[in-house]
């Protein structure tokens, strides 16, 4: 039902921008959840929670709900686990890193995350029901920078939302730097396109700081983000660090999020463990 409202959209979106080139919904995400870890539930931060029997109910409201990963407890549980009074599904507002540090050993839930392969990288940060970011402080090039953003399998980040912008320009703010390279970039003198592909013709939202874009475009072919939550454009040859932005995909490969984490949390017992959130 609700993917068949979003093909609508869609196609409707894509008569309107029909001579642009603009992906369904301009963005890196894709919206499946891959299964993490069995008899493992998150602590991270729930937007919502529901009772559902089945997974797809609860994959569906976490799209929705534009959730990075759900807690769910199959059916097949609860025969063996009392869950009277629980709720099946729990959506998530941020997802686990490497290492898996707010998962909990917990027989009645198995844990979704939509970064399956690989796990997002121990150091990477999360902004609630937006995506997980890592930023590289080095200076170097946009190509460099792209470089790097691939190596941990990201994407120089997606500013084209006010949403974005603002939350990005929070995470330069909070890394002390003043300004990040992010994924527009004008290519042999033309309009500014996303990492993806799009033209940023296919968004309405603008944070260009007065002065920019500069007519030189061939020149002036990479932007960055700046603290104060504007866009500025630069040479791409010019060294900045930059923001990467983690794509998300599966399928996961069995006990990895655990890898760097030699002995796992020592949370056996959940039945009496304090659930804050009930
Ligand atoms: C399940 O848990 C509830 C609440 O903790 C309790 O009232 C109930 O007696 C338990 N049922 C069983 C079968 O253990
Ligand atoms: C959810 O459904 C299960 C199974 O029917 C039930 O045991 C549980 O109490 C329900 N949880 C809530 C919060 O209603
Ligand atoms: C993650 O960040 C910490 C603190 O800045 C640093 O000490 C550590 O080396 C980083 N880990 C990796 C794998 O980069
Ligand atoms: C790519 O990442 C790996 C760790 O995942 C690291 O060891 C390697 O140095 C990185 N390569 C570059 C070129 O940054
Ligand atoms: C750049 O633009 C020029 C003139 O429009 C064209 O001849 C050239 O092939 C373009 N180069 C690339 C890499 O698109
Ligand atoms: C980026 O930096 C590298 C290493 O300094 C250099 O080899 C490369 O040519 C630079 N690329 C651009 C586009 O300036
Ligand atoms: C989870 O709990 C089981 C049984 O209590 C234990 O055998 C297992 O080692 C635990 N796993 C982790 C990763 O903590
Ligand atoms: C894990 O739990 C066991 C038994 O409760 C305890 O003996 C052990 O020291 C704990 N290990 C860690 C790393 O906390």
Redesign the pocket.
Known sequence: MFLILLLILSIDYKTVNAKSECSVDGQVRSPKYHLIEK??RSKLGIVTKANFTSLTSCQRLGFEKKALAINFSPQEAWQDYNVTGRYTCEVLKCAEADGGLSMV?D?RYDYYSIYGKPVPHVNSTCVPTLGMFFILTKKQNYSQGFRDCKNISGLPADVTSEQRTDSLAQLIAGASLEVAFVGLRSKNGSGFFSVTGDALDCTTYRAWQPGSPRKARDKYDCVLLTRSRTWVTTPCKKNYPMICEIVPGGPYKRGSI?ASRMK??????TENKNDEEF
């Not at 796992?264 to 017992?269: G, L």
């Open positions: 008899c493992f050993n027989s655990f796992p949390a020592n949370e056996t017992n």
